[in-house]
């Protein structure tokens, strides 16, 4: 049985910066291409970034091209994701996923394990 945690979240000023961790146990990390995803309280989740099993593919949407960076270490068993100019509509739970696959498309085949989540909110 995978498990994933995040960490990492918090409370932080517009336009400032932080770095969400996803630590996965059991299974093999190193075959699980990972995803990020934010979902607010009674919304749809939404894909936020991927990394390929080796990490150097990698895939964002549009509002995450240029700010949001997601790397791995596979000695680690962690995923991160730095986020950078924060903005207040970032504000959400982000979450970390895996699916067994060697590519970036996670977020459309649907992924195997989930992790709980971390709150993060962007305020003055």
């Known amino acids: 049985q995978v498990q994933l945690i995040e960490s990492g979240g918090g409370l932080v000023q517009p336009g400032g910066s932080l770095r969400l961790s996803c630590a996965c146990s059991?299974?093999?990390?190193?075959?699980?291409?990972m995803g990020w995803f934010r979902q607010a309280p009674g919304k749809d989740r939404e894909f936020v970034a991927a990394?390929?099993?080796?990490?150097?593919?990698?895939r964002y949407t549009d509002s995450g091209k240029g700010r949001f960076t997601s790397s791995r270490d596979n000695t680690k068993h962690t995923v991160y994701l730095q986020m950078s100019s924060l903005k207040p509509e970032d504000k959400d739970v982000y979450s970390c996923?895996?699916?067994?696959?060697?590519?970036?498309?996670?977020?459309?085949?649907?992924?195997?394990?989930w992790g709980q989540g971390t709150q993060v909110t962007v305020s003055s």
């Open positions: 996923a895996d699916k067994e696959i060697d590519s970036t498309v996670l977020h459309r085949l649907g992924c195997d394990f």
């Open positions: 059991g299974g093999t990390f190193s075959s699980y291409a």
């Open positions: 990394a390929s099993k080796r990490g150097n593919i990698t």
